[in-house]
């Protein structure tokens, strides 16, 4: 699966029914270009990244690149930069990397993680970062499908490099079995941290998450 993500924030002073409309909108801006997708507000409490999600979900690039000359996509995008509803959009596109499958009924909410490379990384660690991120789903129980890609197009506040998306069984799995995993801080967190030798991501982490029905990582599996 290949998957367009718009992580928006906001404007100021946009109340509860203008933002409950903008999700209504987005919801049918975003069917008209795909049958899969998520696009909703973000869950309490909030990560960075900003308050709404739209993730649109293709078969593959080729298919993502024809949608993206039709007005459908033109509309979509137009939603989620509208200045008069959106303080800011951070935009990435990326394929399906490594995947890790292992449900396709059950699952209460998908994250997002994205983030940039710092100038200077040691492409050693650069590697040794993408081997570990996948082997996150063997030690955090909850932690059903996730997938790991580059980046191949972006905009936004940063050069945006690496997508790391889960499944997990309920949001709690996100906000307290993984992030307090001892794999997370030994094997992970490392390379996400400035203090460290093996810091190899830039520091503006966006890592917004959301309900969903279905896992949908499943889709096109």
């Given at each position: 699966m290949f998957s367009a993500v718009f992580a928006v924030t906001f404007a100021e002073g946009m109340d509860d029914a203008a933002k409950t409309q903008f999700v209504a909108d987005a919801n049918?801006?975003?069917?008209?270009?795909?049958?899969?997708?998520?696009?909703?507000?973000?869950?309490?409490?909030?990560?960075?990244?900003?308050?709404?999600?739209?993730?649109?979900?293709?078969?593959?690039?080729?298919?993502?690149?024809?949608?993206?000359?039709?007005?459908?996509?033109?509309?979509?995008?137009?939603?989620?930069?509208?200045?008069?509803?959106?303080?800011?959009?951070?935009?990435?596109?990326?394929?399906?990397?490594?995947?890790?499958?292992?449900?396709?009924?059950?699952?209460?909410?998908?994250?997002?993680l994205?983030?940039?490379?710092?100038?200077?990384?040691d492409p050693e660690m650069i590697a040794k970062m993408e081997a570990h991120m996948n082997d996150m789903a063997d030690h955090v129980p909850g932690l059903r499908n996730c997938k790991f890609a580059r980046v191949v197009e972006s905009e936004g506040t940063d050069e945006w490099a690496y997508a790391y998306e889960c499944d997990f069984d309920e949001p709690m799995s996100f906000l307290g079995k993984y992030m307090t995993t001892p794999f997370h801080?030994?094997?992970?967190?490392?390379?996400?941290?400035?203090?460290?030798?093996?810091?190899?991501?830039?520091?503006?982490?966006?890592?917004?998450?959301?309900?969903?029905?279905?896992?949908?990582?499943?889709?096109?599996a």
């Open positions: 049918a801006a975003a069917a008209a270009v795909s049958d899969v997708y998520l696009a909703d507000k973000v869950l309490e409490p909030p990560m960075p990244g900003g308050d709404f999600v739209c993730e649109v979900g293709f078969a593959d690039q080729a298919a993502y690149e024809a949608a993206k000359g039709g007005a459908a996509w033109g509309d979509l995008k137009a939603l989620m930069t509208d200045p008069s509803k959106v303080a800011n959009c951070e935009f990435l596109a990326y394929g399906e990397g490594d995947l890790l499958l292992q449900e396709k009924e059950n699952s209460t909410c998908h994250r997002i994205f983030f940039s490379i710092r100038e200077g990384a801080f030994l094997y992970v967190d490392k390379f996400f941290e400035p203090a460290c030798a093996e810091w190899v991501a830039g520091t503006n982490l966006c890592t917004p998450y959301m309900a969903q029905e279905k896992p949908f990582l499943a889709n096109f």
